[in-house]
């Protein structure tokens, strides 16, 4: 991409961004670019096992002193289930490894828990602007980094259908007011995650590649390392973890 500049006075720089370029005794004009924000939303259709699934907060929690902590070095992950949508509005928390397990209802896996799915936020930053300012009306969203609903066809889009005609706050901010049961639902999980972005003379004139992710990956899903078939020494490891029966060369 294309940094976005704008021109400064000549001598001077911005706190608001970067001076890439000053006048050359050809010309006294001077170019910024302004530090700003990249967001995207990721909405996901979860159906983990079927259309009824659970949602829980995991949160990493040291071990207090005592008797069950001699060494003081225990911790243990916390499960906080979420029951409704206004609940479900939270934001990231790297101080904990916060992250969100969502499991099925009516299926379990060969320890006799139900098998879920697992979303780890990588790439959480929050908005910078004030909550009064104009944007937040169009892009409420943006103030929570993670939002869950009950799945409904016409919620599509996080900031309603028509954002940039609008006056009032629409979208997720709007529909989770209705605190609706996500308890065995067919959940929609909606991430939001990006970067801010401190230019730099790198990036001008081409920027070049920025990456942002998170992650989804299976918990309890399989019943082993799904990559245990890829070789027959695998056979009598684990009961669960068999070889992928070979099949007749035809050629």
Known sequence: GIVSTSAIPPGQDSKYGTTLFRGNGKSDYQLMAPTHQHYFVARIDMAVDGLKNNLYEVNVKRESPGEHNPHLNGFY??????????????????????????????????????TGYVLHPFSSTPPLGDPRAMIFKRAGFLQKQFWAT??????RFPGGDFPNQCNTVEGLPKWTQQARSIIGSDLVLWHIFGVT??????????????????????????DCSPIMDLDKECKGVDEYAKPVPQQANNL
């Open 150 to 155: 009950p799945f409904n066809p016409k919620e």
């Open 77 to 114: 992950a916390e499960n906080t289930h979420l029951e409704n949508e206004k609940d479900a509005i939270r934001d990231c928390n790297t101080a904990t490894s916060r992250h969100w397990l969502v499991q099925s209802t009516s299926r379990k896996n060969r320890v006799g828990e139900p």
């Open 197 to 222: 972005h401190v230019v730099r003379l790198e990036d001008w004139p081409v920027m070049p590649a920025v990456q942002v992710s998170f992650k989804l990956e299976p918990f309890g899903f399989f």
